[in-house]
């Protein structure tokens, strides 16, 4: 038999699939292909792990003894309360690479071949996602290590902390869902890149990431404490038992209930990004 | 019976431009419908609507006799799309990116893997199947794209521009898996700038052109309508232009056109080469010394100059509306007289990347 002939025994041959199954199965598939994508493109997860280390140790020491928190103004005790904000960052730059990788498959044509397969249609970001998801859990372990070594330390115990992990893995994961949206939205993998961070700078800074919020004028200051990324920061600092003693909690009800708040913030994020993303793959043009 | 690929009426605008303005298609089962049209003409914008890429704004289209529109994902099942540019992933193998396809088609891990090794042994692609894409070169490229789009052996395949941008060879390579696929009874659409390629390849043509299919035919009807092949001798001294003149006349299927300042004689021929060779063999005997002698098919611009008196133009393209100013003087002469202006004027008209496919 031909390679290329007989059509109708090819098609019969075909399984069909459909529902969940499907869906699982197709956005494993893709999620490998975008895995072995990092594997073979190293630098882009070398310089992911790069900047958020330079953080760590510019924070830590070129800030570190200037500012107090909650009174204290022990440069190590800065280095407790900044780490989970460090975490928090890097999770959410992430959303650039998912954002850059979706407008770069676009671009080249790759988006129009998956639309064209009778593939689950969610599956290409799903998969896009998840592989976004197990690097930034690498690069976490790795900051976590570099955290450990410049004086960093857990004090709620290992299942607190994986908690908190946990929790900032998920606010990585939603945010990558709005990464894929800019992706989808934009025309050129550049503009994916600068366009998925710009937004980032106000949304990490107005928040209790570096410094407590409560220095910070009244309107800021609710802001940053109404700001999801707060939220998950707060959560995992209280989880790693990283909040210096004397530390106002303020009274806005995330800040009281971080890790409720950091959930229901990153489900939510989930669930509108997904639903708005998938839909514009479904009509995405390059 | 509609057949394996139907459309009608369909009509697509994206802003002020309508990509597509009201299209109708017929494509028997088993047979090759080569849309042919210059770039912005519609044709990407035709491909896509049938391979559920966009929604037409209004129409209908049926593809192995599913509707297009209410199952779209009955339809991905049934066809193999090969781009205009090669769509694989530059950072995956060979072997990875079929294996991939494969399974995105639903294939079993193990079928798709066995799948993957046939195709790859079948184009050549062997030896490199462990390399990444990024090392292929453009002809393996599109082999890998196609491989990609025949991955279930599909009943309907389309193929937008596939040797767009290829040299000869591996144009001509191509050619002959497209007709190993139609001769194995895969109906197919592929859209080319090429009157040769369409010539080569399709059954039946619709030249396309602002979204309207503006004829349709076998590639003999549209050359009948275009005056098919001339012979065009460009003699070295004027007073050799009346005999010359006299023994093109003796070859030609029609009225000869002459420009006395180029000593450029021209006539519309049946025959190809071999009569070439005669008529070249005839001004020798002669002793009518020629500059140049050449054999000139209708192009693209051919096609559309007789068709629609005007150039394969785009929206953009100003030197398309020159071009097109000279080709109505032209068909209002006398046969062949498109002929005597400059050949390579229309063709510049439609270089690639002159101007924006609507779609893209």
């Known amino acids: ?94 959303t650039a690479g998912a954002g850059a990788g979706i407008a770069d498959d676009m671009h080249k044509g790759l988006i129009d071949r998956f639309r064209s397969l009778p593939m689950a249609r969610g599956a290409v970001l799903t998969g896009r996602t998840l592989a976004d998801l197990v690097q930034t859990a690498l690069t976490l372990v790795v900051l976590a290590i570099v955290a450990v070594i410049v004086g960093w330390r857990i004090h709620e115990g290992v299942l607190k902390a994986l908690g908190g992990f946990a929790l900032l893995l998920l606010l990585g994961y939603a945010f990558s869902w709005i990464g894929a949206l800019i992706g989808l939205s934009v025309r050129t993998p550049e503009a994916a890149t600068s366009g998925g961070l710009i937004w980032l700078f106000p949304l990490t800074f107005i928040s209790n990431a570096f410094v407590p919020a409560d220095n910070m004028p009244t309107v800021l200051r609710t802001i940053a404490e109404w700001n999801p990324f707060s939220a998950t920061v707060q959560a995992a600092r209280q989880l790693f038992g990283n909040l210096p003693e004397g530390y106002p909690v303020p009274a806005a009800w995330p800040m009281q209930h971080p890790v409720w708040a950091s959930l229901i913030w990153s489900v939510l994020i989930i669930v509108l990004f997904r639903t708005l993303a998938v839909r514009k793959f479904r009509s995405a043009t390059a | 019976m509609p057949g394996a690929i139907y459309a ?56 192995a006799g599913i509707d297009v529109l209410r199952k779209p994902d009955e339809v991905r099942r049934s066809i193999g799309l090969s781009g205009q540019f090669a769509a694989v992933d530059e950072y995956l193998t060979g072997r990875e990116n079929l294996r991939m396809v494969g399974q995105l088609y639903q294939m079993s891990a193990r079928d798709a893997k066995a799948r993957a090794g046939e195709l790859l042994e079948r184009f050549d692609l062997a030896d490199a199947a462990d390399r990444i894409a990024k090392t292929y070169s453009g002809g393996m490229r599109r082999r890998l794209d196609l491989a990609a789009a025949l991955v279930v052996s599909p009943p309907v395949m389309f193929m937008d521009e596939p040797t767009t941008g290829l040299d000869p060879r591996n144009r001509q390579a191509l050619w002959e898996v497209i007709q190993e696929l139609v001769a194995g009874g895969t109906t197919l659409l592929l859209t080319t700038q090429y009157l040769e390629e369409a010539d080569h390849l399709a059954h039946d043509i619709c030249v396309v052109d602002h979204g309207r299919v503006i004829a349709r035919g076998t590639s003999d009807q549209l050359k009948a309508r275009t005056g098919g092949e001339r012979v065009e001798v460009v003699v070295r001294s004027p007073e050799h232009i009346a005999p010359a003149d006299a023994v093109l006349r003796g070859f030609g299927k029609g009225t000869s056109s002459v420009e006395k300042h180029t000593r450029r004689v021209t006539v519309p021929v049946s025959g190809g080469a071999k009569l070439l060779a005669e008529v070249i063999r005839e001004l020798d005997g002669r002793g009518i010394e020629i500059d140049d002698i050449a054999l000139r098919r209708p192009t693209l611009d051919d096609v559309f100059i007789s068709l629609t008196g005007h150039a394969a133009e785009s929206d953009a393209g100003e030197t398309a509306g020159t071009a097109g100013t000279a080709g109505t003087a032209g068909t209002t002469g006398t046969t062949g007289a498109a002929g005597t202006t400059d050949t390579t004027g229309p063709a510049e008209a439609e270089e690639p990347g002159a101007q924006q496919e609507v779609s893209s």
């Open chain 1, 1 to 94: 038999m031909s390679v290329i002939g007989s059509p109708a025994s090819r098609a019969a041959a075909l399984r069909v699939h459909g529902g969940i199954g499907r869906s699982v199965r197709d956005s494993l598939v893709v999620a490998k292909r975008n895995l072995i994508r990092m594997i073979r493109i190293p630098e882009v997860v070398i310089f992911g792990l790069i900047q958020p280390i330079m953080f760590v140790v510019l924070f830590s020491y070129v800030f570190g003894g200037s500012i107090a928190v909650g009174g204290n103004t022990d440069p190590n005790a800065y280095r407790q309360f900044l780490m989970a904000g460090i975490f928090a960052q890097t999770v959410t730059f992430a």
């Open chain 2, 8 to 63: 009608e009426g369909l009509v697509k605008t994206f802003g002020d431009v309508r990509a597509l303005d009201g299209v109708d298609l017929d494509v028997p089962e088993g047979t090759v419908l080569g849309l042919l049209g210059p770039n912005g003409a519609g044709k990407t914008t035709a491909v896509r609507v049938l391979t559920t890429l966009i929604k037409p704004d209004s129409g209908s289209a049926s593809v």
